[in-house]
């Protein structure tokens, strides 16, 4: 496209509308997700069977995910494994077979059985592998709370009868806190060995906790999130662009932001800083800064308890403890 200048106001609005943080449809690299995707990288590397990431809901789990799973799909040295990315049914009403047939777009039946279930995907996954020239299957289950004990005893048939093809599978999981629950229930139903395959190695999912994970967040509004695409015009220059101009980057203010969110996070008696909520208390700095823009501009605390009210992070506790 033609230069973009975010200085000419008659640009800038003709863009406004449809700027990714306007309707909220953008992605952001979190300091969190370079860190799990090591580890799921090193789990994919060495074959081990699970590794299951845990956190409150609204902590990023779905997008680090994703995200993970775009990677190794991605990385020339996993060029012959197969990626599964599959949501459990928080409602229970569909099968893990059934999820990983319908992702996989496979056709069965109206009223499949479970054998023609395990038949479909058993035979989908050997014909992906022979494409790929792979001995390799790494499957990835959001929301891995949800599964049920048939869930978990028809994954584990489905690795032991690829096992006896000589196909691995290494299991990702990405689960509310509610994983403890479940881990607890295949104790009491004497199920140690599901626990052992899927859930034996559990690590908390990383998030803020401090300024500089807000700081290396911010970073990417500043320096690498750009709009119109094809140009070089950062998030944080398009909406104030005679600040950015004059030096001003949000990145400096990460310790001011993350002091002020953790106060209100205390006010609502919130132990941790949501990630969503964090990204939005960024989103809703620029968007509804941008009438104040100058070269003098200067982020003030007002203008951050603003967006922090806007956001509010204060029903998050309300949400946490409906859930409960």
């Not at 996993?78 to 496979?106: C, H, W, Y």
């Not at 609502?268 to 009438?291: G, H, K, S």
Request: with cysteine.
């Amino acid at each position: 496209m033609d230069k973009f200048d975010p200085m000419n106001i008659t640009h800038q609005l003709a863009f406004l509308p449809k700027h990714p943080l306007v309707t909220n449809d953008y992605k952001v690299l979190t300091p969190s997700m370079p860190i799990v995707l090591e580890a799921i990288m090193d789990a994919v590397m060495l074959h081990k069977r699970s590794l299951c990431f845990k956190a409150m809901p609204q902590m990023g789990k779905t997008q680090t995910c994703l995200f993970a799973a775009k990677a190794i799909e991605e990385f020339h040295d996993f060029q012959d494994r197969l990626v599964i990315v599959v949501t459990a049914d928080p409602r229970g009403e569909e099968s893990i077979l059934k999820n990983i047939a319908r992702t996989s777009m496979l056709k069965l039946p109206s009223r499949p059985n479970l054998s023609c279930v395990r038949s479909s995907v058993l035979a989908y996954i050997e014909s992906r592998l022979r494409s790929l020239n792979g001995r390799h299957i790494v499957l990835f289950i959001d929301e891995m709370q949800a599964l049920t004990l048939a869930d978990f005893e028809n994954l584990q048939f489905l690795q032991n009868e690829l096992g006896l093809r000589n196909i691995g599978v290494t299991t990702i999981g990405f689960g509310q806190t509610q994983i403890e629950a479940t881990i607890s229930l295949l104790r009491e139903q004497g199920r140690p060995e599901l626990i052992a395959r899927f859930l034996n190695e559990e690590c908390d999912l990383p998030r803020c906790t401090d300024h500089s994970w807000m700081a290396a967040a911010l970073s990417m509004f500043d320096e690498h999130l750009t709009y119109p695409v094809g140009s070089d015009c950062t998030f944080t220059r398009f909406f104030l662009p005679q600040a950015y101009e004059s030096g001003f980057r949000l990145t400096r203010s990460a310790n001011e932001i993350h002091q002020i969110m953790k106060e209100a996070a205390k006010n609502a008696t919130l132990a941790v800083l949501p990630t969503v909520y964090v990204l939005e208390v960024f989103r809703l700095i620029l968007i509804r800064l941008r009438t104040k823009d100058s070269s003098r501009f200067e982020l003030a605390d007002d203008a951050i308890w603003d967006a922090v009210k806007e956001s509010q992070l204060h029903t998050y506790s309300t949400y946490l403890k409906s859930g409960e």
